[in-house]
């Protein structure tokens, strides 16, 4: 059964950083191009970092040069770094497969940005 398990999230103040990190079992990151996903209450889940199987990544505009996506082979493990954190980008963040989420979701990880 291929499980996804998101962790790290939490509370910070505006411009501190977070580490959150996706687990999986059943499914082999370092052959399947993943992704991170957020979800703010009331909008539309959005990808906002990619990592494709050749180690290729890509970001949303809105967190280009502040979050860094990651990928631990061994561990099946993908993290994604984000720095300089903002209010906007407070939301759940999921990880999942990409272009198409083929994996059911997780439970997603709480990130609150505030003062």
């Not at 052959?31 to 991170?36: D, L, R």
């Not at 209450?41 to 809105?62: C, M």
Request: hydrophobic share 35%; proline share 3%; glycine share 12%.
């Amino acid at each position: 059964q291929v499980q996804l398990v998101e962790s790290g999230g939490g509370l910070v103040q505006p411009g501190g950083s977070l580490r959150l990190s996706c687990a999986a079992s059943g499914i082999i990151f370092s052959v399947n191009h993943m992704g991170w996903y957020r979800q703010a209450p009331g909008k539309q889940r959005e990808l906002v970092a990619r990592l494709d199987s050749r180690g290729n990544t890509n970001y949303a505009g809105s967190v280009k040069g502040r979050f860094a996506i990651s990928r631990d082979n061994a561990k099946n493990t993908v993290y994604l770094q984000m720095n300089d954190l903002k209010p906007e980008d407070a939301a759940v963040y999921y990880c999942n497969t990409y272009p198409f989420a083929i994996v059911s979701w997780g439970q997603g990880t709480q990130v609150t940005v505030s003062s």
